[in-house]
């Protein structure tokens, strides 16, 4: 007989008993759904951290100013400036291991060219900025390290500005506006796609860190040195810790911090954050993957204990086929092969299961869905060899009847 | 040499409550060709050689040869392969399989001698021809009546066109009308050269062997020979306005 064959009676008799099939698939459908919405989630999950990571760039810190107390009430983070450019320059000169800290001012403004115009985020950097975000150029050229100490009104912009602002023309060297102030085109930065949070990137404009100040937010850089945030770089995941416990000390001793001073500052450790975000999804994971375990050893079992009864049932069967010239092996695949297809039906339906409920999940908790079709392939694996596993305890029962019993059996 | 060649051969049960012989010591040669009705009372082991004839059961002491082959030596898959190639069996209660139709029932035996299904279905469609189902192969068991099936059942027998026909009681849940048609066949079967076995308590269907083995407490007590009655004469002479579905060459 052939497999075709064999499959094909064994669907015949699996569809004499369809509800009690259908009800012994449960388990197996129940768990295979669980696996695959599991697989799915941790993966999606861990898509969403690492895009985070790579696209904010590898082993950052950030330093916030904030937390400060003012006449008993606590800030919240950024609420004040505490921080200077002179700390950042500081940690960068003091604290190991540290590749890039760049000082950061961001705000938000309308860009003007000719007519058009584009409201968007303008980032007031430094250098560092683009070595510990490790985002290139497209085209042009970074800032001077002249331009930055006199403060030059270039700007650098990010691929939707310049999409939106100069449309199809070369933007290199052309002079737009933000409030009201001229401001040269010298780079074109590589286009770096949405945030984990959907935030459009590319919508940016940086500028000198002094430029930032006096010319876009107003400040008197000469006397108020502060910054919004310290981006600071580690050459290593390994340096990110104690890195961030220099930094801790050496912002407490230039802030003139005393021993029972809260600080003025948080730092945190972004790869840390990213990886906590995946904390609730791999607890979900854990979760999905008890159900699935227990569901498919209780759906082996129900597979196991109904081929029990099927054998019982069809004692006749078997001893007539014996009678007729099946071999031992011939009875033993038979029953294997029911087992088998049941189990695999049983799969196949907890896949389609499996897909909609991780598919619910993603869309409710923002990840990105990943569904790769080894996963697939493996969820049908599993439930075949659960088939395999649990139908051959009964086929064996099968295949040892004694044909004489067999057919005297009512 | 004998088709069947049985010496001594005995079955011993070793039950809790004891040792019973349902075989003890028969020696019996049956010679291709034959047809041969083996009678006794209840429980006098008649099934119990039936059985070891078939090569479904094993001795427990004693040698069988069919057609030259010693039995005792074979393993079970080589028993099964004998089974399928050499014997065909024809029980009392039928025993096809309810789920799929004559045809498929037909065909079941050759599914183990690992025939492709075209040619499978061919030969069964012949061998239901054969028995004079030819317009019932695409019933199911439960829409024939017993006759049917039984003819149904001697079609799945023949169809690996045995060698030794065994029927254990073939006519026992059948209607005397019905059961000479099954010996009218068996007859036709053994005319052309099938040796047929059957068991039965009737002394109306030993009447149409030509030879007549008689079986108390395990042992043969009689085996006698005679002028077998012609099934098919009687079926004619019994009712002309009914005609028997002839056996197609
Ligand atoms: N599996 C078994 N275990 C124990 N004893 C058995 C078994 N099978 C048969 N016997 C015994 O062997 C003896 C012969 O049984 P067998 O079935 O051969 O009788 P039979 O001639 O076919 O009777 P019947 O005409 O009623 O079918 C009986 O006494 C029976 O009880
Ligand atoms: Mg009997």
């Given at each position: 007989?052939?497999?075709?064959?064999?499959?094909?009676?064994?669907?015949?008799a699996?569809?004499?008993?369809?509800?009690?099939?259908?009800?012994?698939?449960?388990g197996?459908?129940?768990?295979?759904?669980?696996?695959?919405?599991?697989?799915?989630?941790?993966?999606?999950?861990?898509?969403?951290?690492?895009?985070?990571?790579?696209?904010?760039?590898?082993?950052?810190?950030?330093?916030?100013?904030?937390?400060?107390?003012?006449?008993?009430?606590?800030?919240?983070?950024?609420?004040?400036?505490?921080?200077?450019?002179?700390?950042?320059?500081?940690?960068?000169?003091?604290?190991?291991?540290?590749?890039?800290?760049?000082?950061?001012?961001?705000?938000?403004?309308?860009?003007?060219?000719?007519?058009?115009?584009?409201?968007t985020?303008i980032?007031?950097?430094?250098?560092?900025?683009?070595?510990?975000?490790?985002?290139?150029?497209?085209?042009?050229r970074?800032?001077?390290?002249?331009?930055?100490?006199?403060?030059?009104?270039?700007?650098?912009?990010?691929?939707?500005?310049?999409?939106n602002?100069?449309?199809?023309?070369?933007?290199?060297?052309?002079?737009?506006?933000?409030?009201?102030?001229?401001?040269?085109?010298?780079?074109?930065?590589?286009?770096?796609?949405?945030?984990?949070?959907?935030?459009?990137q590319?919508?940016?404009?940086?500028?000198?860190?002094?430029?930032?100040?006096?010319?876009?937010?107003?400040?008197?850089?000469?006397?108020?040195?502060?910054?919004?945030?310290?981006m600071?770089?580690?050459?290593?995941?390994?340096?990110?810790?104690?890195?961030?416990?220099?930094?801790?000390?050496?912002?407490?001793?230039?802030?003139?911090?005393?021993?029972?001073?809260?600080?003025?500052?948080?730092?945190?450790?972004?790869?840390?954050?990213?990886?906590?975000?995946?904390?609730?999804?791999?607890?979900?994971?854990?979760?999905?993957?008890?159900?699935?375990?227990?569901?498919?050893?209780?759906?082996?079992?129900?597979?196991m204990?109904?081929?029990?009864?099927?054998?019982?049932?069809?004692?006749?069967?078997i001893?007539?086929?014996?009678?007729?010239?099946?071999?031992?092996?011939?009875?033993?695949?038979?029953?294997?092969?029911?087992?088998?297809?049941?189990?695999?039906?049983?799969?196949?339906?907890?896949?389609?299961?499996?897909?909609?409920?991780?598919?619910?999940?993603?869309?409710?908790?923002?990840?990105?869905?990943?569904?790769?079709?080894?996963?697939?392939?493996?969820?049908?694996?599993?439930?075949?060899?659960?088939?395999?596993?649990?139908?051959?305890?009964?086929?064996?029962?099968?295949?040892?009847?004694?044909?004489?019993?067999?057919?005297?059996?009512? | 040499?004998?088709?069947?060649?049985?010496?001594?051969?005995?079955?011993?049960?070793?039950?809790?409550?004891?040792?019973?012989?349902?075989?003890?010591?028969?020696?019996?040669?049956?010679?291709?060709?034959?047809?041969?009705?083996?009678?006794g009372?209840?429980?006098?082991?008649?099934?119990?050689?039936?059985?070891?004839?078939?090569?479904?059961?094993?001795?427990?002491?004693?040698?069988?040869?069919?057609?030259?082959?010693?039995?005792?030596?074979?393993?079970?898959?080589?028993?099964?392969?004998?089974?399928?190639?050499?014997?065909?069996?024809?029980?009392?209660?039928?025993?096809?399989?309810?789920?799929?139709?004559?045809?498929?029932?037909v065909?079941?035996p050759?599914?183990?001698?690992?025939?492709?299904?075209?040619?499978?279905?061919?030969r069964?469609?012949n061998?239901?021809?054969?028995?004079?189902?030819?317009?019932?192969?695409h019933?199911?068991?439960?829409?024939?009546?017993?006759?049917?099936q039984?003819?149904?059942?001697?079609?799945?027998?023949l169809?690996?066109?045995?060698?030794?026909?065994?029927?254990?009681?073939?006519?026992?849940?059948?209607?005397?009308?019905?059961?000479?048609?099954?010996?009218?066949?068996?007859?036709?079967?053994?005319?052309?050269?099938?040796?047929?076995?059957?068991v039965?308590?009737?002394?109306?269907?030993?009447?149409?062997?030509?030879?007549?083995?008689?079986?108390?407490?395990?042992h043969?007590?009689?085996?006698?020979?005679?002028?077998?009655?012609?099934?098919?004469?009687?079926?004619?002479?019994?009712?002309?306005?009914?005609?028997?579905?002839?056996?197609?060459?």
């Amino acid at each position: 007989m052939s497999l075709l064959e064999a499959i094909r009676s064994a669907l015949s008799a699996i569809g004499a008993n369809a509800l009690r099939s259908a009800l012994t698939m449960l388990g197996i459908i129940i768990g295979v759904a669980a696996v695959i919405a599991m697989v799915a989630i941790g993966s999606g999950a861990r898509e969403r951290v690492d895009s985070q990571i790579k696209s904010l760039g590898a082993n950052l810190a950030i330093i916030q100013a904030g937390n400060v107390t003012q006449g008993g009430v606590r800030l919240g983070a950024g609420a004040s400036s505490t921080l200077t450019d002179e700390d950042a320059k500081a940690v960068a000169a003091e604290v190991e291991d540290v590749v890039a800290s760049a000082s950061v001012i961001t705000t938000r403004a309308q860009a003007v060219y000719a007519g058009t115009n584009w409201s968007t985020t303008i980032t007031a950097t430094d250098l560092d900025f683009f070595t510990a975000r490790e985002w290139g150029l497209a085209e042009g050229r970074l800032f001077e390290p002249e331009e930055l100490r006199r403060g030059e009104i270039v700007a650098i912009i990010g691929q939707t500005v310049a999409k939106n602002l100069f449309g199809e023309s070369d933007p290199l060297g052309q002079m737009f506006r933000i409030r009201n102030v001229p401001f040269k085109v010298i780079g074109v930065m590589a286009g770096k796609g949405q945030s984990a949070l959907g935030q459009d990137q590319d919508d940016v404009i940086f500028v000198p860190l002094d430029t930032g100040r006096r010319r876009i937010i107003g400040r008197n850089y000469a006397r108020d040195r502060s910054v919004q945030t310290i981006m600071v770089k580690f050459a290593s995941e390994a340096a990110i810790a104690p890195g961030i416990e220099q930094t801790r000390a050496l912002l407490r001793q230039r802030h003139r911090l005393v021993e029972d001073q809260d600080d003025d500052f948080i730092v945190r450790n972004l790869t840390e954050i990213a990886n906590t975000a995946t904390a609730a999804a791999s607890t979900l994971s854990w979760l999905l993957a008890a159900v699935a375990g227990v569901s498919l050893l209780v759906g082996g079992i129900g597979i196991m204990n109904i081929m029990l009864v099927s054998v019982t049932e069809r004692t006749r069967e078997i001893g007539l086929r014996l009678a007729v010239g099946a071999r031992q092996r011939d009875v033993l695949s038979q029953f294997l092969i029911e087992a088998t297809t049941l189990a695999t039906i049983g799969g196949a339906v907890g896949i389609a299961l499996g897909i909609g409920a991780a598919t619910g999940i993603a869309r409710f908790a923002g990840w990105p869905f990943v569904i790769s079709p080894q996963t697939i392939l493996v969820a049908v694996g599993v439930s075949g060899l659960i088939g395999v596993f649990f139908g051959f305890y009964p086929a064996r029962q099968a295949a040892r009847l004694d044909p004489i019993e067999a057919l005297r059996r009512e | 040499m004998p088709l069947i060649e049985v010496r001594d051969l005995s079955r011993v049960y070793d039950l809790d409550s004891g040792r019973v012989t349902a075989l003890g010591g028969v020696s019996l040669d049956i010679e291709a060709g034959e047809l041969v009705a083996v009678m006794g009372p209840s429980g006098s082991g008649k099934s119990t050689f039936m059985n070891l004839v078939g090569c479904l059961d094993r001795p427990t002491g004693g040698h069988y040869r069919l057609d030259d082959v010693a039995v005792e030596t074979l393993s079970s898959d080589g028993l099964a392969a004998l089974r399928n190639r050499k014997l065909g069996f024809v029980f009392q209660q039928f025993n096809l399989l309810p789920r799929v139709d004559a045809c498929a029932n037909v065909e079941l035996p050759m599914v183990y001698a690992g025939l492709d299904g075209k040619t499978r279905r061919e030969r069964a469609l012949n061998a239901l021809a054969r028995v004079g189902l030819a317009d019932r192969a695409h019933h199911r068991p439960m829409q024939l009546s017993g006759g049917q099936q039984q003819r149904v059942a001697i079609a799945r027998a023949l169809v690996n066109q045995p060698r030794l026909l065994l029927a254990d009681e073939p006519t026992g849940a059948l209607d005397s009308r019905t059961a000479l048609e099954i010996l009218a066949l068996f007859q036709d079967l053994n005319r052309e050269g099938v040796t047929v076995v059957l068991v039965t308590h009737d002394a109306e269907v030993a009447r149409h062997a030509r030879r007549v083995v008689r079986f108390r407490d395990g042992h043969v007590i009689a085996d006698t020979r005679q002028e077998p009655a012609d099934a098919r004469a009687a079926l004619a002479a019994q009712d002309t306005a009914t005609p028997l579905p002839e056996a197609a060459e």
